[in-house]
């Protein structure tokens, strides 16, 4: 289940903040390499192993609201089968109901992440449609920069640009390590 993976998100998240630490904690996510504005982390063992690539935004607006972590992930769970799955961390929660929809724009493309969850001041989201995740993923690695637009519950709408820069070495490192 998506979820199951919610409370380390944001705590990986964290870890974005200090991308040159090489553990977080005991047992904690390793940085394993750096490409451009993309890190690479492991963590977890054998049935638990998680990769993920993680960038933070080069810019956020509004810039005056206060926020937690921001981070976008791409994780695969090689026991899983499960390669590539894109998730948000906002860093505030987000509004929920039929219309709270976290967009993402690459180009000329977009892309919804509609399931939701949020654990008390902090945001997550997920594509709702798996099929989607890959026509993601191959705009992100053919991309320079992609716009996350999401609503608080509050109602303040954000808009967060990353570069693209890196993406695809750190999935082909993902590919490539994470097994």
Known sequence: MRFSCWRPL??????????????????GALLTATFRDWF????????????????KPRSSDPGNVERGEIAFLISSWPARNKQHEPSIVSGYAYREGP??????????????????????EAGGAWMEEVAQEGRLITAMK???????????ADGTLTRDTYSLAGITAALDN??????
């Open 99 to 120: 219309d709270s929809a976290v967009r993402v724009q690459i180009g000329g493309d977009q892309f919804e992440f509609a399931l939701i969850r949020n654990d008390g």
């Open 142 to 152: 053919g991309g320079a920069n992609m716009t996350v637009t999401g609503t608080s």
């Open 10 to 27: 944001v705590l990986l998240a964290a870890l974005a903040m200090f991308p040159t630490a090489q553990a977080a904690e005991p047992g």
């Open 174 to 179: 993902i590919e490539a390590n994470c097994n």
């Open 40 to 55: 690479v982390y492991r963590a977890g063992e054998g049935s638990e192993l998680n990769c993920f690539a993680l960038s």
